[in-house]
């Protein structure tokens, strides 16, 4: 991994956007498991 | 020749979307009941994935897609997540049609527009100036028109395991996965992206849910294979309805591109009213029903082009233009983009296209491996036995393909389809 690579995934994991769809996500997994 | 505004582009854009969303449920209609809704859903995500891959090389090219994508790397993982996010929605409106029938569940998952909207104010500095109030009362009164077709044109519910409750909190989740499912389209869109890039890398999100869910609750790998192999006949109209999906989720965004999630999402989410007259005038759904039921429709749909209407008056205003400006070079201190450069994307520019200019010879192979494929599917198609009026399905793909047509045109003329 190239020290371009490190300092793009740096960026998005510390993204305070990208953690909003992810939690949403997990919500939306969560009713489906309780739908089964 | 007058050049066309970025707003008048994005609001045709918005709505050629609507046209082919709308035309997507027809071929799926044709399948004869009986098949797990997995499996549905697997064969149109299938046929998706294989014109998610072809529209966007036969446009621009390889060379192009995978520059674009080398130059924004980060949003590889946006498109990823976008892609999850429409799988997990989707299926969650299987079960909440299962539990609580179409009237309900369409309604409170359609809340998707205002969900989008309010991100659109929130993360994209969106609606911050004149005119929010007609976006705003546009998509309430697109939200509301809908709420009344849906309750028109609905059939009883089944009763299902889980309840009620359940049904609406799938519901529900439906809406808010969707319009949060904005904010990756936003960001790539800001970030100077083409959206024939974003949707090459969004469709693994969404085949590999999609396969995992069909997976986990339809039995294991196994049972789904089996069942796919017995929707044989039926595979060509899902691909069918797929290729229409991806048209017109190709123009919703455009629309995201160029007018903003706030504006672009109730647009495309007029659909309803082309789904309508595909189910009244092709389907003969609203044949036997009464009065009420007519006026339910009529009122419904002239709520719906008034918001629409408000919608496509509303330009965004120059204290918005600059907020979103803003939001643009955030982006770019963020992840190290040009500013210049993607602000020129914005303006419907395509300084990638200068560089990355020439084809492959694999883009042929690449198109004719999916047309080959579409042509072995039609040979096992079987005629399903629904009734149709083909003279207003004549008239309905006319519509829609000069909707293709006039906005493919204004989009090649004015960016190039950047």
């Given at each position: 991994m190239s020290k371009k690579d490190l300092s793009t995934a740096?960026?998005?994991?510390?993204?305070?956007?990208?953690?909003?769809?992810?939690?949403?996500?997990?919500?939306?997994?969560?009713?489906?498991?309780?739908?089964? | 020749m007058t050049r066309v505004s970025l707003h008048t582009l994005g609001v045709f854009c918005g709505l050629a979307a609507?046209?082919?969303?709308?035309?997507?449920?027809?071929?799926?209609?044709?399948v004869t009941a009986g098949f797990s809704p997995f499996v549905i859903s697997l064969g149109m995500v299938a046929g998706v994935f294989v014109a998610r891959w072809t529209v966007p090389v036969a446009l621009k090219g390889t060379a192009y897609v995978f520059a674009d994508l080398g130059e924004k790397p980060h949003l590889v993982v946006w498109a990823v997540l976008a892609g999850m996010l429409w799988a997990v929605a989707n299926t969650l409106t299987v079960f909440a049609i299962r539990n609580v029938g179409l009237s309900i569940a369409f309604p409170l998952w359609n809340i998707n527009s205002l969900v989008g909207l309010f991100w659109g104010w929130l993360l994209f500095n969106e609606l911050r100036g004149a005119g929010w109030a007609?976006?705003?009362?546009?998509?309430?009164?697109?939200?509301?028109?809908?709420?009344?077709?849906?309750?028109?044109?609905?059939?009883?519910?089944?009763?299902?395991?889980?309840?009620?409750?359940?049904?609406?909190?799938?519901?529900?989740?439906?809406?808010?996965?969707?319009?949060?499912?904005?904010?990756?389209?936003?960001k790539a869109y800001i970030s100077g992206m083409n959206p024939l890039s974003f949707v090459t890398v969004f469709t693994f999100g969404e085949l590999g849910t999609v396969w995992a869910?069909?997976?986990?609750?339809?039995?294991?790998?196994?049972?789904?294979?089996?069942?796919?192999?017995?929707?044989?006949?039926?595979?060509?109209?899902?691909?069918?309805?797929?290729?229409?999906?991806?048209?017109?989720?190709?123009?919703?965004?455009?629309?995201?591109?160029y007018v903003g999630i706030a504006r672009g999402i109730p647009l495309s989410n007029t659909n309803q009213l082309w789904g309508l007259a595909w189910g009244v005038l092709v389907f003969g759904e609203l044949?036997?029903?009464?009065?009420?039921?007519?006026?339910?429709?009529?009122?419904?749909?002239?709520?719906?082009?008034?918001?629409?209407?408000?919608?496509?008056?509303?330009?965004?205003?120059?204290?918005?233009?600059?907020?979103?400006?803003?939001?643009?070079?955030?982006?770019?201190?963020?992840?190290?983009?040009?500013?210049?450069?993607v602000a020129s994307s914005l303006r419907g520019e395509d300084p990638l296209a200068l560089e990355?200019?020439?084809?492959?010879?694999?883009?042929?192979?690449?198109?004719?491996?999916?047309?080959?494929?579409?042509?072995?599917?039609?040979?096992?198609?079987?005629?399903?036995?629904?009734?149709?009026?083909?003279?207003?399905?004549a008239v309905l793909f006319a519509l829609t393909f000069v909707c293709l047509i006039v906005c493919g045109l204004l989009l090649w003329r004015r960016t190039r389809f950047s």
């Open positions: 740096r960026a998005v994991l510390t993204d305070p956007q990208l953690w909003l769809p992810v939690a949403v996500l997990a919500i939306g997994i969560g009713v489906l498991a309780l739908m089964k | 609507a046209s082919w969303l709308a035309a997507a449920e027809a071929p799926t209609k044709l007609r976006v705003v009362g546009g998509a309430a009164a697109i939200v509301g028109g809908a709420c009344l077709l849906a309750y028109a044109t609905s059939q009883k519910s089944s009763g299902a395991p889980g309840g009620a409750a359940l049904g609406i909190a799938a519901a529900l989740t439906a809406g808010l996965l969707w319009g949060t499912m904005y904010i990756p389209y936003r869910l069909a997976v986990v609750f339809d039995g294991g790998v196994q049972s789904v294979m089996a069942e796919l192999g017995g929707a044989r006949p039926a595979m060509f109209w899902l691909f069918l309805g797929g290729f229409c999906w991806v048209l017109g989720d190709l123009f919703q965004n455009y629309a995201t591109k044949a036997g029903q009464g009065a009420m039921a007519h006026a339910l429709v009529l009122t419904g749909s002239l709520l719906m082009v008034a918001g629409a209407g408000a919608i496509c008056m509303a330009q965004a205003s120059e204290s918005e233009q600059a907020s979103w400006k803003a939001a643009m070079e955030r982006e770019c201190v963020r992840y190290g983009m040009e500013p210049a450069r990355r200019a020439g084809r492959r010879w694999w883009e042929v192979a690449i198109a004719a491996a999916a047309v080959a494929l579409f042509v072995w599917l039609a040979t096992g198609a079987k005629h399903q036995a629904v009734a149709v009026n083909f003279f207003w399905m």
